[in-house]
């Protein structure tokens, strides 16, 4: 699915014209990208967490010569999912009783 796919997803759900669907998924994919990017979790019960992470410089290596190579500390963004997303994406078999 796309954003185009998943505005008209949106307008059919919420009983909004595409205009307004695409409108409140811009702005909260760029509230959630702002936040983010200036350090704050975002908590979406049920969905999941959006947080940025921080990756430590390392050495690897060069795959075709096998020379050493420095590579930078960055941040990334991360996603962990909701406990209701992650059952509803890989459901949990239920355990017997014995």
């Given at each position: 699915?796309?954003?185009?796919?998943?505005?008209?997803?949106?307008?059919?759900?919420?009983?909004?014209?595409?205009?307004?669907?695409?409108?409140?998924?811009?702005?909260?994919?760029e509230?959630?990208?702002?936040?983010?990017?200036?350090?704050e979790?975002?908590?979406?019960?049920?969905?999941?967490?959006?947080?940025?992470?921080?990756?430590?410089?390392?050495?690897?290596?060069?795959?075709?010569?096998?020379?050493?190579?420095?590579?930078?500390?960055?941040?990334?963004?991360?996603?962990?999912?909701?406990?209701?997303?992650?059952?509803?994406?890989?459901?949990?078999?239920?355990?017997?009783?014995?």
């Open positions: 699915m796309n954003k185009g796919e998943l505005v008209d997803a949106l307008a059919d759900k919420a009983g909004v014209t595409k205009k307004q669907a695409d409108a409140v998924l811009t702005a909260t994919l509230a959630i990208i702002e936040a983010v990017a200036n350090g979790k975002v908590t979406l019960v049920g969905f999941g967490s959006f947080e940025r992470r921080d990756r430590a410089a390392r050495e690897a290596r060069n795959p075709r010569t096998g020379d050493p190579i420095q590579i930078q500390a960055t941040r990334v963004p991360g996603f962990s999912p909701g406990k209701a997303f992650r059952e509803t994406v890989a459901p949990v078999a239920k355990k017997q009783a014995a």
